[in-house]
């Protein structure tokens, strides 16, 4: 069993701090480092991509809508060309900065909105995949497992790779449960850390609705900006070790 444990990183801007990424770059083994669009300014990129470097954590672009008010949590309609030449432009520039830190991008996740939105849209799923095809085709998309994304990057020969989320609920379809919903979140440390066990080991997560879903993921996010986010992601990665679960990069 072996499962990479990723995190949302670099989530600051300008004065404002969100989350603690030094503490939660000794925890997980990949870091989605966002892109500027929904969060992030250079010095804090620099800084994330800089730690990462010296923790030999693996570093992904987290591309997002450009939407900074909101965080990148509104869904968007954005014209299929303009999706590709945004998302290709936080990809060239988070990989510029970590190439300069002496790493590199070496995954995509999409954040918020547009993560859910390609799940199922294949036309703006197609305009991602365009951009990731564009900058470097070798370079693996981050999804859920029943995502449009995996027919639409396999038609490119872009990769993809499935993720599980240890602290979001899960609908019976085996899609995230809107943020905007009561328990969309889960923010028990124990619970979570359950969530996360149960999806390495027995490759399925209780839905809402108490169904059994499947989700074979090589990868598992923490998010980064939600309370006590280190203890969480310190828990879930205790329990994983405990469970025998080898925690490795995929990238």
């Known amino acids: 069993m072996v499962i990479d444990l990723n995190a949302d990183l670099g989530e600051g801007f ?8 030094l503490a939660l770059l000794d925890v997980v083994t990949s870091a989605n480092v966002a892109c500027g669009f929904h969060a992030g300014d250079p010095v804090t990129i620099r800084r994330t991509c800089a730690a990462a470097v010296d923790r030999g954590v693996t570093i992904g672009a987290q591309v ?21 030449a945004e998302v290709l432009y936080q990809l060239a520039a988070v990989d510029g900065i970590a190439r300069a830190m002496g790493g590199r991008v070496s995954y995509v996740k999409p954040h918020g ?3 859910n939105r390609i799940v199922r849209d294949e036309v703006q799923a197609a305009a991602v995949i365009d951009a990731v095809a564009d900058y470097d085709p070798s370079l693996p998309v981050l999804t859920l497992p029943g995502s449009v994304v995996h027919k639409v990057a396999a038609a490119e020969g872009v990769p993809t790779v499935s993720e599980a989320f240890a602290d979001r609920a899960y609908t019976p379809q085996g899609t ?4 905007r919903e009561p328990g ?12 996360a066990r149960q999806m390495a080991v027995e490759r399925r997560v209780t839905a809402v609705d108490g169904s059994s879903v499947p989700v074979p993921a ?13 203890r969480l992601a310190r828990e ?3 329990a994983l070790l405990a469970a025998g679960v080898v925690l490795q990069a995929f990238a």
């Open 113 to 115: 909105a547009l993560y």
């Open 14 to 21: 300008g004065i404002w701090r969100l989350g603690d990424d």
């Open 176 to 179: 995230l449960v809107p943020r």
């Open 64 to 84: 997002s809508y450009r939407d900074l008010a909101h965080f990148g949590r509104r869904e968007m309609d954005v014209e299929p060309e303009e999706l590709c």
């Open 184 to 195: 969309a979140v889960v923010h028990d440390p124990a619970a979570v850390a359950a969530r």
């Open 218 to 230: 090589r990868s598992l996010c923490v998010h980064g900006d939600t309370p006590d986010a280190v």
């Open 236 to 238: 879930v990665r205790d």
